[in-house]
């Protein structure tokens, strides 16, 4: 599914043009000008300057690609940025391809590309969430200041889940799914450290609605981070997720976002 | 904790993952008080423990000036590590933007070379049963992940920044049991020269010689 950018760039410009806080004129050639404060005809802040080139997103319809969508998706509502998707088709193994490999030496989606920023390059899913909340979140509903300990946590469990839950739940459905040979150990082994790690998680959302943020938690970039993979439980075996109540009740509050449920379609 | 020292680190004598770290612990000149975890004994899945990190394992930091705020996660303390204590930016970039490159190697670090090579070990030397196909699709993917390194520092120097960064410093303790996992036959140097290069010259920087030597003694003691 490809965002279409051209009326998505053109009904922000309409919309800043009748909310009369209009950046064309000079400001529009600068891309690094913000519209802070401006109201578009359906009251969302413009934050981003609606001229602002779309951000370019290489990915697959995978959980570490689905990260990214959600997140982009959520910044497409919050504050009218746009973005392209450019779909990479792994069967093919287009990733290792020598033109991707320039943007990502390791060979893996996604990868986003920051026209905004001289087509500064980004890979490594959670690195990109990081990107996207510092650089176009700007009014902190995805994340935390980078000074808080609130923020640390919330570092802490995008890396548990990103060093985590990616590669062992990834191993899982590679011995389950895709191994030529089969190996009972070695699904055990995954299955099983898979299913440790949804108890963390568990244990984490006991007392809380969301992995980071005080009291009861705040939706951020570490939610959207770990979602994808546990959402996609079944594929490697996992039949349900009643064994961990607090993660299921997660995934479902995460789902009923209308970003969520659009991202996870992307591509 | 009555120890006086900035930090409580939980750590274990012969893993990879704390003693990148220590390693930038050291860098800083900030000072720790280490407590190695006995995994034979199950303490990393102690109820004590556990409540440090509920995901039983190591390093977790305590930082004893910051209210004993606690971080696991090794990646995540050598963020809040550089965020809070590395004033003048050395460890990182100071641009803004670069900043996420450094960010991005240390997030493939900890998922694309961590892990990999932790089941290689696995498969290779630990697990009771030697199974082919396991072992070669992991020593087949630490072959992989080192060529992915070397197709970057053929052209540049560091990971990021132009610099030494916590992105380099990451890779060191899985790069330092290249022949554990891929065995004593293995030349790194031949198979991987820039690669090899970076590593010897990362051995060099006074925190992480320091932090091996500190292993080592660690090993040598046992």
Redesign the interface.
């Given at each position: 599914m490809l965002a279409n950018p051209a009326s998505g760039r053109l009904a922000a410009v309409l919309r800043s043009i009748q909310s009369g806080t209009s950046p064309l004129g000079a400001a529009a050639h600068s891309p690094n000008v913000i519209a802070s404060g401006a109201r578009g005809r359906r009251g969302m802040s413009l934050a981003t300057n609606p001229a602002a080139q779309p951000l370019m997103l290489y990915t697959a319809g995978t959980p570490n690609g689905r990260k990214v969508s959600i997140m982009l998706e959520e910044l497409k509502a919050m504050y009218g940025l746009d973005y392209d998707v450019h779909p990479i088709n792994l069967g093919a193994n287009e990733q290792k391809e020598p033109w991707f490999?320039a943007l990502n030496?390791?060979?893996r989606i996604p990868a986003l590309v920051d026209r905004n920023?001289k087509d500064?390059v980004?890979?490594?899913?959670?690195?990109i969430l990081?990107?996207l909340a510092?650089?176009y979140d700007t009014q902190r509903k995805f994340g935390f200041e980078?000074?808080e300990?609130e923020y640390?946590?919330m570092?802490?469990w995008?890396?548990?889940a990103?060093?985590?839950i990616?590669?062992?739940q990834g191993?899982l459905n590679h011995f389950a799914r895709f191994?030529?040979?089969d190996?009972p150990?070695?699904k055990a082994r995954y299955l099983d450290e898979t299913k440790r790690?949804y108890g963390?998680l568990d244990?984490?959302l006991s007392d809380r609605d969301w992995l980071a943020g005080p009291d009861n938690g705040t939706y951020s970039i570490a939610d959207m981070n770990a979602l994808p993979w546990v959402f996609g439980h079944q594929f490697g075996g996992i039949e349900t997720l009643d064994e961990w109540l607090n993660v299921k009740a997660w995934v479902e509050r995460c789902s009923q976002r209308p970003a969520v449920r659009a991202g996870l379609q992307v591509p | 904790m009555s120890h006086g020292k900035h930090f409580t680190l939980y750590s274990h004598t012969g893993g990879p993952n704390p003693w990148k770290v220590v390693f930038l612990l050291k860098e800083l000149g900030l000072d720790y008080e280490p407590v190695y975890l006995d995994f034979q004994k199950g303490e990393h899945k102690a109820p004590g423990y556990l409540k440090v990190n509920p995901n039983g394992r190591v390093p977790a930091l305590i930082d004893h000036k910051n209210n004993d705020f606690t971080i696991w996660e090794s990646g995540a303390i050598l963020l809040y590590l550089v965020d809070k204590y590395d004033t003048e930016k050395k460890y990182t970039s100071t641009n803004e933007t670069e900043k996420y490159q450094v960010i991005q190697w240390l997030f493939f670090q900890v998922s694309g070379q961590g892990p990999y090579f932790g089941q290689a070990a696995w498969f290779q030397v630990f697990h009771p049963e030697k199974i082919p196909s396991a072992i070669e699709r992991y020593q087949n993917e630490v072959k992989r992940v080192l060529g992915v390194l070397e197709s970057v520092l053929s052209k540049q120097e560091w990971l990021a920044a132009g610099k030494f960064t916590i992105a380099d410093l990451a890779f060191v303790p899985w790069n330092n049991g290249i022949s554990f996992l891929l065995g004593p036959d293995f030349n790194f140097e031949k198979e991987f020269p820039f690669t090899y290069k970076w590593h010897q010259k990362v051995l060099e920087v006074p925190g992480v010689k320091a932090g091996l030597a500190e292993k080592d003694r660690l090993a040598a003691a046992k």
């Open positions: 490999l030496p390791n060979g920023r500064f980004v890979f490594e899913s959670a690195a990081l990107y510092q650089r980078p000074s300990d640390s946590r570092i802490q995008m890396f548990f990103h060093g985590g990616g590669p062992m191993q191994a030529p040979v190996i150990y070695a790690l963390v244990i984490r | -």
